[in-house]
């Protein structure tokens, strides 16, 4: 019995580690779309029209964890990297930012400048991309 419960706080307190250790050394992980897309509070706004559509877009198919529509593109917030560079890969027309993917697919309403636009303030959210934007 003993052995039970110091295996328990032992797993407690490594999982407490691991979160605090997350937070701290990659805080990106904690932003949501609604914050990046609804609270911008700048003059431009990178987004327009923004709806929540997590429920009908995040599920089986998409293992996102929030997801959210827009006239520039879809965006996905995924509960990892990893999620978020594999689902990344599926989308033909797209960018990719940590743990945000957006997908332009049927997003005809915006210009590729306003596109331009939105990946540049997600990538520069974080003042941390160094990549290039695709050329759409």
Not at 5 to 23: D, K, M, T
Not at 84 to 103: H, L
């Amino acid at each position: 019995m003993r052995f039970l419960v110091v295996a328990v706080v032992i797993a407690v307190i490594a999982a407490c580690g691991l979160w605090f250790g997350r937070l701290l050394f990659d805080s990106q992980w904690t932003l949501t779309l609604h914050q990046l897309l609804e609270n911008t509070g700048v003059e431009n706004p990178p987004v327009t029209d923004p709806r929540d559509i997590t429920a009908t877009a995040c599920g089986a198919d998409v293992d996102c964890v929030e997801a959210y529509a827009t006239q520039e593109a879809a965006y996905y917030r995924f509960g990892s990297r990893g999620a978020a560079e594999r689902f990344a890969a599926t989308v033909e027309d797209g960018f990719r930012s940590n743990y945000i993917v957006m997908d332009f697919a049927g997003a005809t309403s915006a210009s590729t400048a306003e596109q331009l636009w939105a990946m540049q303030h997600l990538a520069g959210t974080w003042q941390d991309y160094e990549g290039t934007f695709p050329d759409r």
